[in-house]
């Protein structure tokens, strides 16, 4: 922090599709400037080229500097990491702008692991052009999970009214159900657990589970993993003081909006959970990394090239996303001093707790 204010690290993203765009309008409105110090990593070439194609941006300073350590509380600060003859070229992926991408997110970790910054809000990449560079990961999940050296992490998608938490990411279809087992999930409802309690301040989380097949296997007629791993695996989670509840069909579940009545909930794979995380709250969807000894947040959407330099793209969940990650970095103070017996009794962090064990028909 500095001057008691926490610095968020953003990352540019892939600088050829909409991540410029939605950094600067959501930092657009001067009082955020009241609440957190901007550090964008990118180039303040970029950066210009965007804002000029942006309509209504008025009062955009920048203060453009080498590193996070010269941040400027009351201006938006770039760290020029990216060469000064760097090129911008909308809606087209390629190899430059995969490479300012890995070398902008490679800069803001470097600072934020020196203390430089307290949080990061990661633009969106695009996978396949970054992998075509050398980049060794699936995604920013992965990446983070192997630089913070943790042995496991969840991406966590979270809304307002909505969590959602996945067993399987960045792998193929085919690979699910290979990739399932009873300790992976109770793992993942570890983390969410955990992750609930210190980052949303949710005293006793209910977790509710979803099924692999579909109706849940129908008893077994549809495939057997409900009976084989996901059942003995809440089984264990409910025995180690978690609650967690199910497994429960996707489709009645979300048809049904039973999703209220938990405080999140784990999918087996990426689009069981995702599809319909960003039907319900796409607008001001956050990409949260539940596991990690930092705070990392993204917006839930993609580079979104065909948008790139056409002022059509929504910034609310760029905003969400680096709003959440200093609400995250409040609780976790809060959370720590809690446990450290230093935070008087009413000052405690607390939400209340939904009425008994829920009931899904």
């Keep these: 922090m500095q001057n008691g204010k926490i610095v968020v690290g953003i990352t540019q993203g892939d600088g050829n599709g909409i991540g410029y765009e939605v950094i600067i309008k959501a930092l657009a409105d001067a009082r955020i400037l009241d609440s957190f110090t901007p550090v964008v990593y990118g180039s303040s070439k970029i950066m210009g080229f965007y804002k000029k194609t942006i309509h209504n941006i008025e009062n955009?300073?920048?203060?453009?500097?080498?590193?996070?350590?010269?941040?400027?509380?009351?201006?938006?600060?770039?760290?020029?990491?990216?060469?000064?003859?760097?090129?911008?070229?909308?809606?087209?992926?390629?190899?430059?702008?995969?490479?300012?991408?890995?070398?902008?997110l490679e800069c803001a970790v470097k600072e934020l692991k020196e203390g430089l910054i307290d949080v990061i809000v990661t633009a969106p990449i695009n996978k396949k052009n970054m992998s075509n560079q050398g980049f060794e990961h699936t995604g920013h999940t992965e990446y983070f999970q192997k630089e913070f050296g943790v042995k496991d992490v969840t991406m966590f998608m979270v809304s307002e009214n909505l969590k959602i938490g996945v067993v399987t990411g960045h792998i193929p279809l085919k690979d699910v159900p290979s990739s399932i087992s009873e300790e992976k999930i109770l793992t993942k409802l570890r983390l969410m657990n955990e992750s609930l309690k210190k980052d949303f301040c949710v005293d006793k989380p209910k977790i509710a589970v979803l099924s692999l097949n579909p109706h849940s296997g129908d008893g077994g007629l549809l495939g057997d993993e409900e009976q084989t791993i996901i059942s003995p695996a809440i089984k264990r989670a409910v025995e180690e003081g978690i609650d967690a509840f199910g497994p429960f069909s996707p489709d009645g579940y979300f048809g049904l909006h039973h999703y209220d009545r938990f405080d999140a909930t784990l999918a087996m794979y990426h689009d069981q959970g995702l599809a319909p995380f960003k039907a319900l709250a796409f607008e001001d969807g956050v990409n949260f990394t539940a596991g990690l000894p930092v705070i990392r947040t993204s917006p839930d959407h993609g580079t979104a090239f065909e948008m790139a330099g056409r002022d059509e793209a929504d910034p609310r969940s760029m905003k969400s996303a680096i709003y959440m990650a200093v609400d995250i970095f409040k609780r976790r103070q809060r959370y720590e001093e809690l446990l450290a017996g230093k935070m008087p009794e009413r000052e405690k962090p607390s939400r209340p707790e939904r009425n008994g064990r829920p009931q899904i028909a």
């Design 60 to 104: 955009f300073d920048t203060n453009v500097i080498s590193s996070a350590k010269d941040a400027f509380p009351k201006r938006i600060n770039v760290v020029n990491c990216l060469p000064d003859n760097v090129y911008v070229e909308p809606g087209q992926p390629s190899a430059d702008s995969a490479k300012a991408a890995i070398t902008s």
